[in-house]
């Protein structure tokens, strides 16, 4: 199985609430990202775990948390929704050896209201 | 500043023409990764070059780290072709890959 999977797909949220994102992967891959996308920008990298090691970039340190209790399995969490949260977000996934592609899943697509 | 810049931003082609995207680096890259965003807003892999050109049906990427770009060529396109194209590259030892800005490619009959 080379896919990454992501749930839920669509998301409604309310602002002030918290979200949590949840992606997959059964490739065994070292590293797993989170990407937020908004229309016509590029993907915006806001963290990455490489095995154990989460690396969260400076400008959205404070706002998005992960967690990745084994190889497989890797959650964005947003504490408390803004306005501003609402974009697609991607969750990509990298072996550690051999072509060194990342795979993406479908995306989740947020709203916050 | 950006590491990826990507261009055109937007490209419009006839049913059956082709042509090239580009993404110019501002330093060495290790590799790229072309992906076209499908309609649901996902990102599907095209090709991942770390030298050399790869070729698959009507697309052919070309990646040169020493002059610092790669480019995606579409011939005879067609009107599923249609999408915005994304380039992604890292440097050496980096995990980060840097994406372009894209391409927003319209195929008309």
């Known amino acids: 199985d080379t896919t990454v999977k992501q749930n839920p797909r669509y998301k409604l949220a309310r602002v002030g609430k918290p979200v949590n994102l949840i992606c997959s992967q059964t490739m065994n891959h070292d590293t797993m990202y989170w990407y937020q996308k908004k229309p016509n920008q590029a993907p915006k990298l806001l963290l990455f775990y490489y095995d154990k090691i989460l690396n969260r970039e400076a400008d959205t340190f404070e706002k998005f948390q992960s967690s990745r209790p084994n190889n497989s399995f890797c959650s964005l969490y947003i504490g408390s929704a803004g306005l501003e949260y609402s974009a697609m977000y991607l969750c990509?996934?990298?072996?550690?050896?051999?072509?060194?592609?990342?795979?993406f899943g479908p995306g989740t697509r947020l709203l916050v209201l | 500043g950006d590491q990826v810049e990507q261009s055109p931003s937007a490209l419009s082609l006839h049913e059956g023409t082709g042509s090239a995207l580009r993404c110019n680096f501002t330093?060495?890259?290790?590799?790229v990764q072309w992906f076209r965003k499908n309609s649901r807003g996902s990102l599907i892999n095209l090709f991942y070059?770390?030298?050399g050109t790869k070729e698959n049906g009507r697309l052919k990427s070309a990646f040169d780290s020493k002059e610092r770009y790669s480019t995606l060529h579409i011939r005879d396109a067609q009107l599923e072709d249609s999408g915005t194209y994304f380039c992604?590259?890292?440097?050496?030892?980096?995990?980060?890959?840097?994406f372009g800005k894209g391409t927003s490619l319209v195929v008309h009959p």
């Open positions: 070059l770390a030298s």
């Open positions: 330093t060495t890259m290790r590799a």
């Open positions: 990509a996934s990298r072996p550690g050896t051999g072509e060194d592609t990342q795979y």
């Open positions: 992604a590259a890292r440097s050496g030892g980096n995990y980060k890959p840097t």
